[in-house]
């Protein structure tokens, strides 16, 4: 469970992205941020989750929200998700797991009684001045794009 909180300031991050780029939480200032956690490129929770927020997206942008989905996968695979479903935001790489680290989000997992280190899907909406405005965790992908569009209405004033 991740302990960061709404009114925390957001944990800076810079890292490299889909298509060659880098994104940095400095560089989003001024804008919302919706800053998505998933555990792996092109599995079935993660794609319904992109999809979802693919399919949201003109709301999103109407709401001056920026949408970053983060997980340990290469860039080289976050292009290959992007291109396969038409993902229209940002895919960041955090292979060295400092900002899951930094956000709380790697954690001991367990399936069929093995523990191991993971990404837990949780999404941080952080607002303009870099504060956490929302967070939620144990995300379930069904539905959620639209539970975070209706918080960043919220938050935007829309």
């Known amino acids: 469970m991740t302990h960061l909180k709404s009114g925390d300031t ?3 991050f810079d890292l ?13 200032a001024g804008n919302n941020v919706v800053l998505y956690f998933y555990p792996k490129d092109d599995t079935p929770g993660c794609t319904v989750e992109a ?3 693919r399919d949201h997206m003109q709301e999103f942008e109407k709401n001056n929200a920026i949408i ?8 080289k695979s976050h292009d290959k998700f992007k291109e396969k ?11 060295e797991i400092k900002t899951c680290t930094d956000y709380g989000v790697w954690v001991e997992k367990s399936m069929y009684g093995k523990k191991y280190m993971g990404i837990d899907r949780v999404t941080f909406l952080i607002d303009g001045k870099g504060k956490i405005a929302h967070v939620w965790e144990k995300v ?3 539905g959620h794009a ?10 935007s004033g829309k």
């Open 10 to 12: 957001a944990p800076a």
């Open 16 to 28: 490299p992205t889909d298509g060659g780029r880098s994104i940095s939480l400095k560089a989003l």
């Open 85 to 95: 479903f038409c993902l229209p935001f940002i895919l960041a790489s955090d292979e």
């Open 68 to 75: 970053v989905g983060v997980s340990k996968d290469s860039v």
């Open 146 to 155: 639209a539970a975070v569009l209706e918080k960043v209405k919220e938050i």
């Open 51 to 53: 999809k979802e927020f």
């Open 140 to 142: 379930k992908p069904d």
